[in-house]
């Protein structure tokens, strides 16, 4: 390309994730929120498991983390084996993983289409599916909260028909009980 710089599309439908969480930073740092992209989802998943591990060690600056991974549903598939041994080994007491999965069921932002669903009970990974974007919100706490009340891993699923729309929500974070 003769000068011209390539710019590498994301894909759909968590493309823009990280890209959001970058612009939040500043906010997110002053709560104690950190974005550690990972090199792939392999990597990155097994960063998450080691979120876990917080309480096996002295000196630990933290009781607990809530933890989260994202990919699409190829991701998902190349991380089964990590996904089912620390979803075996469980979260940490005062921890939590919620797995946000990007499925293309069409295949319009990969090679293939897909779907999480099979490789997530593979691993013994309860599921969430939301219908829209107040769901993403909701479910996403209940995800959280079932993942430390059980010490299993939850995932969620997304798809483009509802990360790709817009909605009015409510955010009072009393609102999920």
Known sequence: MSGRARRFRRGSPLGGFDQALWKARKHLESHHVFFTPGVNEELAATAVWGTQQVGLFPGAKYDGV??????????????????KH??????AKHGGVLLIAGDDHSARSSAVAHQSEHMFSACGIPVLAPAGIQDYLDLGLHGWAMSRYSGCWVALKTTSDTVESSASVEIDPNRVV
């Open 86 to 91: 620390a979803n075996a080994a469980g979260t």
């Open 66 to 83: 809530f933890a989260m991974w994202y990919g699409k549903g190829p991701g998902v598939d190349r991380c089964g084996d990590v996904f």
